[in-house]
């Protein structure tokens, strides 16, 4: 009797058991943990780092972020504090800010061993881009989706 070796098209399922969004999974098929990291998680220019969160009375919170931007000068970094009903709307106002509109077109978030992992469809006016970005807590997951869409719809990636 023979065995056959079958293969995952779906190299976060090889990697960590789970499926990616249908979409992405589609975009994925086949290639190498390495190929889809450097694709879907690219170190951005321009960073953001959820160090706290402080819940207030209320549906807000305040968002204590470090934003890390990589310029020709050298890092430079910011510390911010964004109230705001979540750390997604926080995000996407910070990089506004900074010329990076992003539009959250599709949103999935899970936990992978003590992380959190959150895939973003993320758009502009031009492009649509899938994004990844991984975290200790639900917000920093957020946060670096966020700056990793930033990057792909504006950096020197788009």
């Known amino acids: 009797m023979m065995f056959t070796q079958t293969r995952t098209q779906d190299p976060f399922a090889a990697r960590f058991g ?4 249908t979409g992405l999974r589609e975009q994925a098929q086949g290639i190498s943990w ?14 953001i780092r959820i160090t706290e969160v402080e819940t207030l009375p209320g549906t807000l919170k305040n968002f204590h972020i470090t934003l890390l931007n990589n310029t020709e000068q050298g890092l430079q970094e910011e ?3 964004i109230r705001s009903s979540g750390a997604a709307m926080a995000c996407t106002q910070l990089l506004a800010d900074r010329g990076r509109r992003i539009e ?6 899970c936990q992978i061993f003590e992380s959190t992992v959150t895939f973003i469809l993320a758009g502009n006016d031009i ?32």
Request: hydrophobic share 40%.
């Open 127 to 158: 492009h649509t881009r899938w994004a990844m970005g991984f975290g200790g807590s639900p917000e920093q997951s957020i946060a670096a989706a966020l700056s990793t869409a930033g990057e792909l719809l504006y950096g020197s990636r788009s």
């Open 79 to 81: 510390s911010h504090c």
């Open 34 to 47: 390495a190929t889809f990291s450097d694709t879907f998680a690219p170190i951005a220019d321009l960073r």
């Open 104 to 109: 959250m077109l599709r949103f999935h978030q």
């Open 18 to 21: 789970k499926e990616l969004p």
